[in-house]
């Protein structure tokens, strides 16, 4: 069965980026989801010194693995300051030096949400032109604002955004399942 890893873009606990990352994962079928913590991947700050003394740290290398055996990747980047959240850049940046095309020409979505009326879509345009030179198949993007009014007990309750994002979920799911 093809695997597509969830995650979202933060450590806080109650992220609201890892709850759309994996509301929107439990829309495919037919593919084992799984679903990713980045507390349960805790990193050292990235320094080329402490790389050149240490080498990669185990979770790195365990989260490098998880990408590598994965079909997929569904993402939703939380905006801090208008860009990526410390704990997903420092992820980025492990990630980047075991090997630069992490994405390994996989298919992505890529979401981003916020409670402010702009659903970081500044993160959202910064990963857009990035993720691509890193190997990522971006079959869809969306941002999700306002989180709290259009989130309720766990369901994405706006019609527009949930049609928009079903429609991005199939073809990404059409697209893991083709190959
Ligand atoms: C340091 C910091 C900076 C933030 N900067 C932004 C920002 O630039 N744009 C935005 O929409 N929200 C910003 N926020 C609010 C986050 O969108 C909000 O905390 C959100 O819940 C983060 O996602 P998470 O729940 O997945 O951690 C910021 C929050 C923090 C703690």
Do not use: C
């Amino acid at each position: 069965m093809k695997q597509v890893l969830t995650l979202g873009g933060s450590n806080s606990v109650n992220s609201i980026s890892k709850q759309l990352a994996e509301f929107s994962g439990s829309k495919l079928s037919e593919i084992n989801v799984v679903n990713i913590d980045l507390n349960d991947y805790e990193l050292p700050l990235f320094s080329v010194d402490l790389e050149a003394k240490k080498g990669y740290p185990e979770n790195a290398l365990a989260l490098h693995e998880v990408f590598q055996r994965s079909d997929g990747f569904i993402i939703a980047l939380a905006e801090h300051n208008g860009a990526y959240s410390a704990v997903f850049k420092n992820m980025f940046d492990w990630l980047s030096r075991i090997e630069a095309s992490f994405f390994y020409n996989k298919p992505l979505l890529l979401l981003s949400t916020s409670p402010g009326a702009r659903g970081g879509q500044s993160v959202l345009e910064i990963a857009l032109s990035r993720f691509p030179r890193h190997g990522a198949e971006i079959i869809g993007s969306l941002s999700i604002p306002s989180f709290e009014d259009n989130f309720k007990d766990g369901q994405l309750v706006d019609p527009e955004l949930l049609e928009t994002l079903e429609g991005m979920i199939k073809d990404f799911q059409n697209k893991i399942i083709d190959g």
